[in-house]
């Protein structure tokens, strides 16, 4: 069985400041990960996902996640957070073998304070 | 990229009247997909995963016989809410998976559904 925990259903920020949302996995065989983000009213963008190879992904509008096995982690960072950030953002697993459904987390709302 | 198109992206219906929801891949063939509905506030919940050409596989707890999904073609699946109620109200979304196994499923808009 997989799951995913998200750790803060809210995190807030200042613009121009580092955003960190935070995911751990559990997965009984090796995992795909992914971050989605939601805006309000609207189905889910990949963000990016690692499916083994670098453990460190980029992915895009300057997002970035770090798969660490040894913690079965894969929080999210971006360097400075601008207010088109604000949204909602969910991390999800997957098994590794073909296809397998993915399971998200909560999800983390994002707030962006001027 | 993959593009997933769902429609309508919102839609009004009177309780116990049955709404049909659409759910397109446009530049890819997609062999599986998935149907998620998401509470206010909540993460997305898997109801079913649907196969082109057999009968879709539903998670526990999702009436089949509510949420009739058919998966016609390789480019088409429809989820029907059948006699709808208030409590069916929600946000449905689905997700095409290619026949080219790429992980990171592309998703629909999503469908607001009111039941009044």
């Known amino acids: 069985a997989q799951s995913v925990t998200q750790l803060g259903s809210h995190v807030s920020v200042s613009e121009g400041a580092l955003v960190l949302l935070r995911c751990n996995y559990s997965?009984?065989?090796?995992?795909?990960l992914f971050w989605y983000v939601q805006y309000p009213n609207q189905g889910l963008q990949l963000l990016l996902k690692?499916?083994?190879?670098?453990?460190l992904v980029k992915g895009i509008n300057g997002f970035e996640a770090e798969f660490k096995k040894s913690e079965t982690s894969f929080h999210l960072t971006k360097p400075s957070a601008h207010m088109s950030d604000a949204a909602e953002y969910f991390c999800?697993?997957?098994?590794?073998?073909?296809?397998?459904?993915?399971?998200f987390g909560i999800g983390t709302k994002l707030q962006v304070i001027p | 990229g993959a593009v997933v198109s769902q429609h309508p992206s919102r839609v009004i219906c009177k309780s116990g009247t049955s709404v049909k929801i659409e759910c397109r891949s446009l530049?890819?063939?997609?062999?599986?997909m998935f149907w998620y509905r998401q509470f206010p506030k909540q993460s997305l919940m898997l109801m079913a995963t649907?196969?082109?050409?057999?009968?879709?596989?539903?998670e526990q707890g999702v009436e089949k016989d509510k949420f009739l999904i058919n998966h016609a073609s390789l480019t088409l699946s429809t989820l029907t809410v059948t006699s709808a109620h208030p409590e069916d109200s929600s946000f449905y979304i689905c997700?095409?998976?290619?026949?080219?196994?790429?992980?990171?499923?592309?998703f629909g808009s999503g469908t607001r559904l009111t039941v009044v």
């Open positions: 997700s095409a998976l290619g026949a080219v196994l790429q992980h990171g499923y592309t």
């Open positions: 997965s009984s065989v090796p995992p795909y």
């Open positions: 690692y499916t083994s190879a670098a453990t």
């Open positions: 999800a697993v997957s098994e590794k073998g073909g296809y397998q459904k993915v399971t």
């Open positions: 530049d890819f063939q997609a062999t599986t």
């Open positions: 649907s196969n082109e050409g057999s009968k879709a596989t539903y």
